[in-house]
């Protein structure tokens, strides 16, 4: 629908010379925000890239964009799933180091800088060998 000139001045003078407020009162605003929205970006392919991926696409019946976002996701996942068994592994050797340090009746200097660095970690089996170690009859105190 197109307005002429006539009706876009009466439509004009309505606004300025009116208060929609009371149009409002039954209204709310929209105050719950998504904690991490969608948003747009371009992604420039070479032409046989894309063709690729909409045929990719057209296979499992979802649009292009979808699909790659579903790579990325993947993707991501993947990588946290590395990440996490990384610190696992971290997390275990430190514990061992921590253990054997624990045992060892004369450590060198630097094992001592070495278990003294781990045991001041944020760790929380840490925290546990500390305690341990703060007792008199644990073999780091001897």
Known sequence: MTMNQDQLQR?????DNHSTAHEMEDG???????????????????????NWVRTRAQDE???PGLLMRRWIEERRAAEQTAADGVEQRIQTL?????AVGAAVP????T?????????????P??????????????????
């Not at 439509?11 to 606004?15: A, E, V």
């Not at 004369?106 to 200097?109: F, H, L, M």
């Not at 094992?111 to 760790?123: E, G, I, V």
């Open 11 to 15: 439509l004009r003078d309505h606004y």
């Open 94 to 98: 430190e514990e061992a180091v921590l």
């Open 61 to 63: 019946g979802v649009k």
């Open 106 to 109: 004369a450590p060198s200097d």
């Open 125 to 142: 089996v840490q925290k546990d060998v500390r305690q341990q170690d703060a007792q008199p009859d644990s073999p780091a105190t001897r």
């Open 28 to 50: 709310h605003w929209e105050t719950d925000t998504h904690p991490n929205p969608m948003v747009g970006t371009s992604l420039r392919l070479p032409q046989d890239l894309l």
């Open 111 to 123: 094992l001592r800088r070495a278990l003294h660095r781990l045991s001041t970690s944020s760790l």
